[in-house]
């Protein structure tokens, strides 16, 4: 999906994505590290709730555009969720409409079917060097563990 | 418009009746003039203004005002809203400076006077500040400006008004044949406090509300993601469009349309 949202910062203009889920939830995002994943524990319901609005009285959403002085918040309906993309008023609108309806499409096949995004090549993850070490058993897993014949050995 | 018929100085000379009338529009005296055939000279006077014009064979042939003379003067004294239209002895002019017909006269003064307002409603709008609600009457015109299919032919009929903020005509789902801007749906202004200013087509009351709280939403969306200043909202589906703009007087403008609508000179217009 990683992939997926990096491929539309090569529309000129575009700033960063984010995925909701169709309950609101952040899904996965490509956008500078000043906007933390807290901000989109509002600001998702924020958005589903903003596009039911507008479809009150009316047919399901496609595509919505907030257009603010400075900037644009383009958001697409994909199966299962939502793409929302942050770009500046200047954007080739033709191009990062073309480009979302690709993405989306592809966001929607790993929506509805996420064993899909773990078909897909991916990069490897990188080697976690400063993780925590997995906790250590218990004493009573030990005791469950350690068996002789079949017995439990305490 | 008042208006009576000078009696002459000596009265048994005068034949017919004299009048006196309230409340006449100046283009209802003019026709009724035009209509009699008769060559006479009828001073208008409105406030400071004072102006002439010259019927001869059921057309205006001449006028005169302080700054002009010919057609221009007749738009300016056809322009004047309020007054005193009477009968006098002026001179006949020794030119007559208009050839067009009166009912054309009228027509291009109509047309004259309704852009006059036009600009003059503009300016009000741009002259607003932003804490102050919007004057009701331009706002509620431009909400049937957007609704109407007729601005054209309204533009050129004289006295006619759509009504202001009582009249709330439903309108058919698509309306006028081939102008993005005439085949809006329904369109609905709300005020900053969330009054409806006006509303027009079906489902414009929803509309109102929908606008509201979307324009709340998104200024909200906008605020946790950095993103200042909301101007406009659209949303598009398969069969419809929804511009929601938010003017810099406070008030929010929603609309519906066919999603073939051409939404462009709405966009231009505020800016978005």
């Known amino acids: 999906m990683q992939s997926a949202l990096k491929a539309l910062r090569d529309i000129q203009g575009v700033f960063g994505s984010f995925v909701l889920t169709s309950s609101g939830e952040l899904l996965d995002k490509d956008l500078p590290a000043v906007f933390h994943d807290e901000v989109f524990l509002e600001t998702g319901p924020r958005i589903m709730r903003l596009c039911e609005a507008i479809e009150h009285g009316g047919e399901a959403l496609d595509s919505l555009v907030l257009r603010f002085a400075d900037h644009k918040l383009h958001v697409r309906r994909s199966r299962g969720g939502l793409l929302c993309v942050i770009t500046d008023v200047g954007t080739n609108v033709p191009a990062l409409r073309m480009a979302l309806a690709l993405v989306a499409r592809r966001l929607g096949n790993v929506l509805s079917d996420p064993t899909e995004e773990a078909a897909t090549p991916s990069e490897p993850p990188p080697p976690q060097r400063d993780s925590v070490p997995p906790p250590l058993s218990t004493r009573a897993d030990k005791r469950q563990s350690q068996t002789y014949r079949g017995r439990p050995v305490l | ?272």
């Open chain 2, 1 to 272: 418009m008042n208006a009576h018929r000078e009696v002459a100085s000596s009265p048994e000379n005068s034949v017919g009746f004299a009048a006196n009338l309230k409340h006449a529009s100046l283009t209802d005296l003019v026709q009724m003039h035009c209509l009699g055939g008769a060559q006479c000279v009828a001073r208008i006077t409105s406030g400071e203004h004072v102006g002439y014009l010259y019927f001869r064979g059921g057309n205006i042939v001449h006028a005169m005002s302080a700054s002009h003379v010919g057609e221009s003067a007749a738009l300016e004294i056809l322009g004047w809203n309020t007054g005193v239209f009477e009968l006098c002895n002026a001179g006949w002019p020794d030119s007559e400076s208009i050839q067009a017909a009166s009912p054309t006269l009228l027509l291009r003064a109509a047309h004259a006077r309704d852009e006059s307002n036009r600009k003059h409603r503009n300016l009000v709008r741009l002259a607003v500040p932003r804490s102050e609600p919007p004057p009701a009457r331009a706002e509620a015109s431009a909400v049937s400006e957007l609704t109407s299919p007729f601005n054209e032919e309204r533009a050129a009929m004289p006295d006619r008004h759509d009504g202001g903020l009582e009249s709330r005509v439903t309108l058919p789902p698509t309306l006028g044949p081939q102008s993005g801007v005439t085949r809006v749906q329904a369109a609905a202004r709300v005020d900053a406090h969330g009054n409806v200013i006006s509303s027009r087509g079906l489902g414009s009351e929803e509309l109102a509300g929908v606008s509201a709280l979307s324009v709340r939403l998104a200024q909200l969306v906008g605020e946790s993601l950095g993103l200042d200043r909301l101007l406009a909202v659209e949303g598009a589906s398969p069969s419809q469009r929804t511009l929601i703009v938010l003017e810099k007087s406070g008030s929010i403008l929603g609309m519906r349309a066919p999603s073939d609508a051409d939404l462009a000179s709405v966009r231009e217009r505020y800016g978005v």
